[in-house]
C-alpha cells in the first residue's frame, strides 16, 4: 500500500468521521448534564431530509443548514419537555423520536417531491463543496506525481467541506467550555448531583435544557453535513445508525472530547475501509468479505455497548429527571 493511497483512506476518515463527530459532541453535551440521549439517529435524521429540502428549494445551501437546525433543535426541545419537564423516561423519549423522523421524513418527503421518500439532488450554491487551500493540487495525476507533503497537504489537509473544519475545531472548544468556564463545571455538576446544584442557587431545569439544545444543535449540523456535504440529498434512513455509532464513541470515550475525537476518527476510519476493498485485500494478502468491511463499525459499536473495552461509568445523575425537594 503506497503513501498515496493511505492518504486517500485517511482523507475518507475524516469525511466520514465528521458527522459521527458532531453527533458524538452532541451526546456529550447532553449526558453530561444528565440527560441521556439515544434519539441523536432521529435529530441527525430530520436535519438532513430538511436541510436537504430547503437547500433544493431555495438554492442556498446556508438556508438549507439553517432549517436542518431548526428541525434538529424542535426534536431536542420535544426532547427537553418529556425528560426534563415532565421528568418522563428519557430512554423511551429518544427511542421514540428515532421512530417519529424515521417515518416523518419519509412521509413529508414523498408529500412535497413525489421520489420515493426521497429529494432531488442538490448541487452547486444548494450543496457544500470543498474547500481548495492556497497552493494545494487538484488534478489526481498532479498529486500521484507530486512530493509526500505536497500529497499530503493537497490529498488530506485541503479539500475537505467547512463543516469538516468546523467538526474538528468544535472539539477544543468544547473541551474548554466544559472544563474551563463556569457554564461547564456547573453543566458538569448537574450530571453528577443535581440536588447540590439546586442548593446553591443554581437552576437545574435551565441548565439541562441548555445543553440539550446545543445537542440539537450539533445533531443538526451533522445532519445538514450527511445531506448537502458527504451526499447530495435526502435518501431515507440515510443515517444508516450513524447517531447510535456516535453514541458507541461517546461510551468509548468516556464522555470526554479529546478522546471523543479519536474514537470517532476510529470509526470513521473503518468505514473508510469498506470503500477501498482493494488496498485491504493487497495489504492483508487475501480477499476480504465486502459485507465484513461494511459490518465493521457496527460490529465494533456492539462489542462497546456490551462493554468488551473496559469499563465505562456515566455521569451519576444520568437518566434520572430531578424532582425538586420541597
Known amino acids: 500500500m503506497d503513501l498515496l493511497t493511505i492518504l486517500q483512506i485517511l482523507d475518507s476518515t475524516l469525511r466520514l468521521a465528521t458527522p459521527l463527530l458532531f453527533a458524538c459532541l452532541a451526546g456529550l453535551f447532553s449526558e453530561r448534564s444528565g440527560i441521556f440521549d439515544i434519539g441523536l439517529e432521529g435529530k441527525m435524521l ?9 437547500a433544493y428549494t431555495t438554492g442556498n445551501v446556508w438556508l438549507g443548514m439553517l432549517a436542518g437546525i431548526a428541525g434538529s433543535v424542535a426534536l431536542a426541545a420535544l426532547h427537553g419537555v418529556a425528560s426534563v419537564t415532565f421528568r418522563g423516561n428519557q430512554l423511551i423519549s429518544g427511542v421514540a423520536i428515532n421512530f417519529l423522523a424515521a417515518g416523518f421524513t419519509v412521509l413529508i418527503a414523498q408529500n412535497w417531491f413525489g421520489q420515493g421518500g426521497r429529494t432531488p439532488a442538490v448541487a ?3 450543496r457544500f463543496e470543498g474547500l481548495n487551500w492556497p497552493g494545494a493540487l487538484e488534478k489526481s495525476e498532479d498529486i500521484r506525481n507530486a512530493s509526500p507533503l505536497m500529497q499530503a497537504y493537497s490529498e488530506l489537509i485541503s479539500g475537505h467541506t467547512i463543516l469538516t473544519y468546523v467538526a474538528l475545531i468544535t472539539v477544543p472548544i468544547t473541551w474548554y467550555v466544559l472544563f474551563r468556564t463556569r457554564f461547564g463545571l456547573r453543566l ?5 448531583n443535581p440536588g447540590a446544584v439546586d442548593t446553591a442557587g443554581i437552576n437545574v ?29 435526502f435518501g431515507k434512513d440515510m443515517t444508516a445508525g450513524r447517531g447510535f455509532i456516535a453514541l458507541a464513541a461517546l461510551i468509548f470515550a468516556k464522555w470526554r472530547p479529546w478522546y471523543a475525537l479519536f474514537a470517532c476518527l476510529l470509526f470513521g476510519f473503518l468505514q473508510s475501509l469498506s470503500l477501498r476493498p482493494d488496498a485491504v485485500n493487497n495489504l492483508v494478502r487475501f480477499e476480504v468479505p465486502g459485507q465484513l468491511l461494511d459490518a465493521l463499525p457496527y460490529i465494533l459499536t456492539v462489542v462497546i455497548l456490551a462493554g468488551f473495552v473496559g469499563k465505562a461509568i456515566p455521569p451519576r445523575a444520568g437518566g434520572e429527571p430531578y424532582v425538586k425537594e420541597r
Open 188 to 192: 458538569r455538576a448537574v450530571g453528577e
Open 46 to 54: 430530520i436535519a438532513a431530509f430538511f436541510s436537504a429540502a430547503f
Open 205 to 233: 431545569t435551565s441548565l439541562r435544557y441548555i445543553a440539550v439544545g446545543i445537542a440539537g444543535l450539533l445533531c443538526g449540523l451533522a445532519g445538514a453535513y450527511l445531506a448537502t456535504g458527504l451526499a447530495a440529498g
Open 124 to 126: 452547486g450554491p444548494a
